[in-house]
T-cell receptor, first 113, second 109 residues
Framework: NAGVTQTPKFRVLKTGQSMTLLCAQD?????MYWYRQDPGMGLRLIHY???????AKGEVPDGYNVSRLKKQNFLLGLESAAPSQTSVYFC????????????FGAGSRLTVL | EDQVTQSPEALRLQEGESSSLNCSYT??????LFWYRQDPGKGPEFLFT???AGEEKEKERLKATLTKKESFLHITAPKPEDSATYLC??????????FGSGTKLNVKP
């Protein structure tokens, strides 16, 4: 049982390049989230989804887009990367009901030069 | 404004020296408070959920407590393997989770 899988684990981009981070979960969870983690700032919510075909903005959505075409996948896109987007990105998921425990992926470290 | 604040930012303890971490919150429609442990280079791992004031949960050397405005994570006789960053999170009634910035715990042998 894989849980939450993020790809890629590491990526280096040049300013202005685009890329997509993929999050896949095999737990049939309805809710999925993308967070970024920066030193001293904890986890900040970028975008989230409450079900297939839905997306919503979090605390820091600017410069990012997301899509949830399939229930098990949540994609985070950077159309034109900026150095300020250098961070570690975490995907998480949780079922609709129950204890609402977030299950996290291992993270994707992105560096924008 | 929904907010979660943790203190201290960092804590250095000697092995066996007990202490407590704090998490205070102002989140509308509280639906529980969650504690996570995060090791370097990994995603956070779930520790505890607390739902109502007065509730306590224990796991090995860790005990979490909850009041109406804050939670404490008590660490009794810590060992070096307890070194990690401890995060607390609170979901609002739209299932948006707000995280504190974490407490980085370092336990020296």
């Amino acid at each position: 049982n894989a849980g939450v899988t993020q790809t890629p684990k590491f990526r280096v981009l040049k300013t202005g390049q685009s890329m997509t981070l993929l999050c896949a979960q095999d737990m049939n969870h309805e809710y999925m989230y993308w967070y970024r983690q920066d030193p001293g700032m904890g986890l900040r919510l970028i975008h989230y989804s409450v079900g297939e075909g839905t997306t919503a903005k979090g605390e820091v959505p600017d410069g990012y887009n997301v899509s949830r075409l399939k229930k098990q996948n949540f994609l985070l896109g950077l159309e034109s990367a900026a150095p300020s987007q250098t961070s570690v990105y975490f995907c998480a998921s949780t079922p609709v009901s129950g204890a609402n425990v977030l299950t996290f992926g291992a993270g994707s470290r992105l560096t924008v030069l | 404004e929904d907010q979660v604040t943790q203190s201290p930012e960092a804590l250095r303890l000697q092995e066996g020296e007990s202490s407590s971490l704090n998490c205070s919150y102002t989140v509308s429609g509280l639906r529980g408070l969650f504690w996570y442990r995060q090791d370097p280079g990994k995603g956070p791992e779930f520790l505890f959920t607390l739902y109502s004031a007065g509730e306590e949960k224990e796991k090995e050397r860790l005990k979490a407590t909850l009041t109406k405005k804050e939670s404490f994570l008590h660490i009794t006789a810590p060992k070096p393997e307890d070194s990690a960053t401890y995060l607390c999170a609170v979901p609002n009634n739209f299932n948006k989770f707000y995280f504190g910035s974490g407490t980085k715990l370092n336990v020296k042998p």
